[in-house]
């Protein structure tokens, strides 16, 4: 879990430019993380090309926040 | 119609950032191109090309991060951050920063490229055939259509008036600043950010151009030597990159807020060849026709023209271009002073147009002539000045632009000196 929420923060922090401090689980991309709505498309691609997930268009519509995202991957790969 | 100026300028060249540092060195007689090292030019018939600088240990080096964050960086085509830091740079020039809605709406983009971003096309295309449509990014289509400077440089800017794009190849930058001069005229704006950006120094961009067989071989290994207009040893055109924008405002709006007054555009002509995708009609009628409506409607004659800057690529079409100038000018040829620009930056396409029309404003403001390199034997004879090897300090107030581009499409700008009147 910690080694999925490290490497999903890594990506977030690389994609949107933003400092590490404010990557946190509760930070939603769109609204505390300044991503627009193409940046969370690429921030998807970016989830599964990591971890070798597909996630399906309505399921990202429901990733939010860097936790929902942990939380998606995580339940994705058990 | 109303009158329009020139009253800002930006410049990324292969001189450098910046239009006094690409205008100083431009004069002083110094040549941009090098052998191409970014990427493999092995297999390539012509390894050399015009760059922009980026090694920050040159003076006046291109720095990206001086221009956009490099997440935004990632979103964007290399020409579109040419495009956008060169309209950053005219809009301070200018001192233009539209506050209110009714300023804003006043001003208008219009800046194009010739290819746009053939390289990000590439790389999504192998994307695509690699890991499949899943993994095409969301910005590969925004990050690559030409407009997307325009868009970009309203967005950064709240420009809310005309947004618009040329799209005419190697005319692109001259249609741009013609086309955004008759949108003031007509009173569709009161300032309009206009010019052409291009990035086109890539893999496939090299051998598209090479495959044309419009490229310089010959020089691989000298690549200063390689753009040389007009002289009888060119054996093409040497690639560069850049982007060139000038902000055009209307005479009595520049005048109201006392903005500082490079030049006058007072003369734009079209035309197209009706003769074949890449050459030039053999007669140079498309030239002709374009610089014969470009002096009427600037209202002037022949015998006016102090400078031109021509298009010569350094290709064969450079003494059709001759022989159209020698007949627009008949006897008026030996009070003129003509020289291809190219021959130190290369052949910026898109952006060739604006960067031209840059330098012969800046040829008005200083009274003189910038050089045609290594023009060492021209390959006809002509009583017109090509001002060759070195610049030519001369009175010129009134200057002609060239640029002609593939499909046969010709653009010709006619500056001035600005005198109230």
Redesign the interface.
């Known amino acids: 879990m910690s080694d999925i929420a490290d490497r999903v923060k890594k990506i977030v922090i690389e ?3 933003v400092d590490a401090e404010k990557v946190t689980e509760s930070a939603s991309f769109i609204d505390d993380l300044g991503a627009d709505s ?1 940046d969370t ?2 921030l998807v ?1 970016a989830f ?2 990591e971890f070798g997930v ?1 996630i399906p268009d309505d399921a990202a519509d429901t990733i939010l926040t860097v936790g929902d995202a942990i939380k998606y991957i995580s339940s994705a790969q058990s | 119609m109303r009158r329009v100026v020139i009253t800002g300028t930006g410049v990324v060249s292969p001189l450098g950032c910046g239009t006094e540092i690409t205008w100083s060195r431009l004069i002083g007689g110094q040549n941009g191109a090098s052998r191409v090292t970014a990427f493999d030019v092995s297999d390539i018939p012509a390894q050399i090309a015009c760059s922009v600088p980026t090694d920050p240990s040159v003076e006046g080096a291109f720095n990206p991060d001086d221009w956009m ?4 960086q990632r979103k964007v085509d290399k020409f579109i951050l040419f495009g956008v830091a060169a309209a950053d740079m005219a809009l301070k020039d200018a001192g233009w920063n539209p506050q209110s809605r009714e300023d804003q709406i006043a001003t208008g983009v219009m800046i194009g490229s010739g290819v746009g971003g053939l390289e990000g096309i590439v790389e999504a295309g192998y994307t695509l055939r690699d890991k499949g449509p ?2 095409v ?3 590969f289509i ?1 990050g690559r259509l030409i407009n997307l400077i325009s868009g970009q440089v309203s967005i950064r800017h709240g420009l809310r008036g005309p947004n618009h794009a040329v799209v005419t190849a190697c005319s692109t930058g001259a249609h741009a600043i013609g086309d955004a001069a008759r949108l003031i005229a007509l009173g569709d704006a009161e300032v309009m950010v206009a010019g052409g950006a291009e990035a086109a120094i890539c893999r496939i961009g090299l051998a598209g151009f090479a495959a044309c067989k419009a490229l310089s071989t010959a020089y691989n290994d000298t690549p200063e030597r390689a753009s040389r207009p007009y002289d009888r040893d060119r054996d093409g055109f040497v690639m560069g990159e850049g982007a060139a924008i000038v902000v055009l405002e209307e005479l009595e709006h520049a005048l109201a807020r006392g903005a500082n007054i490079i030049a006058e555009v007072s003369g734009y002509g079209l035309s197209g060849d009706a003769y074949h995708i890449t050459a030039p009609s053999e007669d140079g009628d498309g030239a002709y026709r374009c610089m014969q409506m470009a002096l009427k409607r600037a209202g002037i004659t022949p015998a006016e023209i102090d400078y031109i800057n021509a298009h010569g690529t350094s290709t064969m079409a450079d003494t059709i271009e001759l022989g159209a100038v020698e007949r627009l000018v008949g006897e008026a040829a030996d009070g003129i002073s003509m020289s291809s620009t190219k021959s130190s930056i290369g052949h910026l396409l898109g952006a060739a147009g604006a960067m031209e029309a840059v330098f012969s404003a800046l040829a008005i403001r200083d009274n003189v002539a910038p050089p045609t390199l290594n023009l060492d034997n021209p390959e006809v004879e002509t009583t017109i000045d090509l001002v060759p090897k070195v610049a030519r300090k001369r009175k010129i107030d009134v200057a002609l632009s060239n640029s002609f581009g593939f499909g046969g499409t010709n653009a010709s700008l006619v500056l001035k000196r600005f005198q109230h009147q």
Do not use: T, Y
């Open positions: 994609h949107l430019g193409l498309v690429e691609m599964e090309e597909e | 964050e490099p997440k935004e899943r993994r990014s969301p910005f925004p």
